[in-house]
């Protein structure tokens, strides 16, 4: 066998050479449009982290923020609260010193303004009023279920009722009723005097049981709160107490109302 020359062997040295070098890859339009688009995510994501380092300095941004509503309402509630509670203190800190010797007072006409104003505790004869949201199970499928819960004026008409029947107080979930309060809904639960309320929803009331029935049978719209509660299972009960004994009013008694800018 013939031997190759060494020119042979050179060339298919060089052959093989080329054969073995890696080709370089021309990026197609597709891929550089993802590598623009991956390098200016990764710009984007560095300037975002760098400007909430900055305007952090170091503490939580989120630290100071409460989105849980259920937990700001609890706030606000407790608020509410303390906030009674002082106002009440201060009457009777009003009330200690009007009766100084000094400050000498008609108690029995002191006594007969407190109870018109609903800042003295009473207790007596009445009637018990409870409203529920109807169950859940029993919701008709294609009934708006906004129909189905207890709704402030629910709440308004039996109160409204009673009042006509001649009560001569009211509490809403252990709360005195005053001709300043006011009740709201707020989701699912109604406010009154700022604190908010889920059902089922107590209204008692004081004054002659007889008189009362009367009334809260008389009102359309308690009739008519009664239909849904035959039809779809809204919560209603309805009964006479011996004693009723309601608290005294604490909220404010100030109020507040628009006044006309100057022209």
């Given at each position: 066998?013939d031997?190759p020359?060494?020119a042979?062997w050179?060339?298919?040295?060089?052959?093989?050479?080329?054969?073995?070098?890696?080709r370089p890859?021309?990026?197609?339009p597709?891929?550089m449009?993802?590598?623009?688009?991956?390098?200016?995510?990764?710009?984007l994501?560095g300037?975002?982290?760098?400007?909430?380092?900055?305007?952090?300095?170091?503490?939580?941004?989120?630290?100071?923020?409460?989105?849980?509503?259920?937990?700001?309402v609890?706030?606000?509630?407790?608020?509410?609260a303390?906030l009674?509670?002082?106002?009440?203190e201060?009457?009777q800190?009003?009330?200690?010193?009007?009766?100084?010797?000094?400050?000498?007072?008609?108690?029995?006409?002191?006594?007969?303004?407190?109870?018109?104003a609903?800042v003295?505790?009473?207790?007596?004869?009445?009637?018990?009023?409870?409203?529920?949201?109807?169950?859940?199970?029993?919701?008709?499928?294609?009934?708006?279920?906004?129909?189905?819960?207890?709704?402030?004026?629910d709440?308004q008409?039996?109160?409204?009722?009673?009042?006509?029947?001649?009560?001569?107080?009211?509490?809403?979930q252990?709360?005195?009723?005053?001709?300043?309060?006011?009740?709201?809904?707020v989701?699912?639960?109604?406010?009154?005097?700022?604190?908010?309320?889920?059902?089922?929803?107590?209204?008692?009331?004081?004054?002659?049981?007889?008189?009362?029935e009367?009334a809260?049978?008389?009102?359309?719209y308690?009739?008519?709160?009664?239909?849904y509660?035959?039809?779809?299972?809204?919560?209603?009960?309805?009964?006479r107490r011996?004693?009723?004994?309601?608290?005294?009013?604490?909220?404010?008694?100030?109020?507040?109302?628009?006044r006309?800018?100057?022209?």
């Amino acid at each position: 066998m013939d031997r190759p020359e060494p020119a042979q062997w050179r060339h298919r040295i060089a052959t093989l050479a080329r054969r073995a070098r890696p080709r370089p890859r021309i990026p197609t339009p597709r891929r550089m449009v993802a590598l623009g688009m991956t390098l200016a995510i990764c710009t984007l994501a560095g300037f975002l982290t760098g400007t909430s380092a900055a305007l952090s300095k170091g503490t939580d941004l989120r630290g100071g923020r409460n989105t849980d509503l259920v937990s700001l309402v609890q706030t606000e509630a407790h608020e509410n609260a303390d906030l009674a509670r002082r106002v009440s203190e201060a009457r009777q800190e009003v009330d200690d010193l009007s009766g100084r010797p000094d400050n000498p007072v008609d108690e029995d006409q002191l006594d007969r303004a407190a109870l018109a104003a609903q800042v003295a505790a009473v207790s007596g004869p009445g009637v018990e009023v409870v409203l529920d949201d109807a169950p859940s199970s029993v919701a008709p499928p294609d009934l708006d279920p906004d129909l189905l819960v207890v709704h402030q004026q629910d709440i308004q008409a039996v109160a409204n009722a009673l009042w006509t029947g001649g009560a001569e107080a009211m509490a809403i979930q252990g709360q005195r009723i005053v001709s300043t309060t006011g009740i709201k809904c707020v989701g699912n639960t109604v406010v009154l005097q700022g604190i908010p309320y889920a059902p089922p929803y107590r209204i008692e009331a004081i004054g002659d049981p007889a008189a009362l029935e009367v009334a809260l049978a008389a009102s359309d719209y308690v009739s008519n709160y009664q239909e849904y509660v035959a039809a779809y299972g809204l919560g209603y009960q309805q009964r006479r107490r011996d004693t009723i004994d309601l608290p005294a009013y604490a909220g404010g008694t100030e109020l507040e109302y628009a006044r006309p800018g100057a022209s």
